[in-house]
């Protein structure tokens, strides 16, 4: 007899994932799932985010790590809620895992939460959470054939956040044919250029945040 482990592992993350997304819709959360390599600026977009929404949406933040809490310390400190995740050797975030979480987090409190997927171009996009949306960061430091060599990553993601632009004059990454690779995998992903550390583009990133959060409202309205 042949069982297929992984198939059996998926269905179970997709039950959990479901009931994830019962609650967020409950309380009106537009989740999003941020994955990406590390070191790609997940951490430094959240700070910027949290600065940036304050006084507009209640921002809340899921951490996962494999040890130590630093990425949530630092996101602690813009005085929004952040739960660290530790996942060991796990190198992505399950449904379960974020399960976990969710008794600890006031969501009825949160407008959008955001779930930093551990530092990883392959598993993270395999499991869904419960999310709205799986958003990808790519730096410019990567490369720009990344979208060929990590296709599921940039498939299963809605927007591409190309980051760190400004070092782009230091590197040989080419930004059309960034694109170009991308939407080759995704035709419909939106894709926008940002600097983390300079705030080029971040307007453009809160917008499409305000926006999508609206979405999401007027689809609980009528749900």
Same mark, same amino acid.
């Given at each position: 007899?042949? *069982?297929?482990?992984?198939?059996?592992?998926?269905?179970?993350?997709?039950?959990? @994932?479901?009931?994830?997304? +019962?609650?967020?819709? +409950? $309380?009106?959360?537009?989740?999003?799932?941020?994955?990406?390599?590390?070191? #790609?600026?997940? %951490?430094?977009?959240?700070?910027?985010? #949290?600065?940036?929404?304050?006084?507009?949406?209640?921002?809340?933040?899921?951490?996962?790590?494999?040890?130590?809490?630093?990425?949530?310390?630092? *996101?602690?400190?813009?005085?929004?809620?952040? *739960?660290?995740? %530790? %996942?060991?050797?796990?190198?992505?975030? =399950? @449904?379960?895992?974020?399960?976990? /979480?969710? &008794?600890?987090? +006031?969501?009825?409190?949160?407008?959008?939460?955001?779930?930093? $997927?551990?530092?990883?171009?392959?598993? &993270? /996009?395999?499991? *869904?959470?419960?999310?709205?949306?799986?958003?990808?960061?790519?730096?410019?430091?990567?490369?720009?054939?990344?979208?060929?060599?990590? &296709?599921?990553?940039?498939?299963?993601?809605?927007?591409?956040?190309? $980051?760190?632009? =400004?070092?782009?004059?230091?590197? $040989?990454?080419?930004?059309?044919? @960034?694109?170009?690779?991308?939407?080759?995998?995704? &035709?419909?992903? =939106?894709?926008?250029?940002?600097?983390? %550390?300079?705030?080029?583009?971040?307007?453009?990133?809160?917008?499409?945040?305000?926006?999508?959060?609206?979405?999401?409202?007027?689809?609980? #309205?009528? @749900?």
């Amino acid at each position: 007899m042949k *069982i297929n482990v992984m198939q059996e592992v998926l269905q179970a993350n997709d039950r959990i @994932a479901g009931e994830n997304r +019962k609650i967020f819709q +409950k $309380n009106k959360n537009l989740v999003l799932n941020l994955m990406s390599s590390p070191g #790609a600026g997940k %951490t430094s977009l959240l700070e910027k985010t #949290a600065e940036m929404l304050q006084g507009r949406l209640r921002l809340g933040v899921i951490v996962g790590d494999l040890e130590t809490t630093r990425d949530a310390d630092r *996101i602690s400190k813009y005085n929004i809620p952040a *739960i660290q995740l %530790t %996942t060991g050797n796990a190198c992505h975030l =399950d @449904a379960n895992m974020v399960s976990y /979480a969710l &008794p600890h987090l +006031k969501l009825e409190e949160i407008d959008i939460l955001v779930i930093e $997927n551990v530092g990883n171009l392959v598993c &993270p /996009a395999e499991f *869904i959470v419960g999310e709205d949306y799986k958003i990808m960061i790519l730096s410019v430091t990567e490369g720009d054939e990344k979208p060929l060599k990590y &296709p599921m990553m940039f498939h299963e993601s809605k927007l591409l956040l190309i $980051n760190k632009i =400004d070092l782009a004059q230091y590197t $040989n990454f080419n930004m059309e044919e @960034a694109k170009a690779n991308a939407h080759k995998i995704n &035709p419909d992903m =939106d894709i926008i250029e940002i600097s983390c %550390t300079q705030g080029t583009g971040l307007d453009r990133w809160i917008k499409w945040l305000v926006e999508h959060y609206k979405q999401k409202l007027k689809g609980s #309205a009528h @749900a």
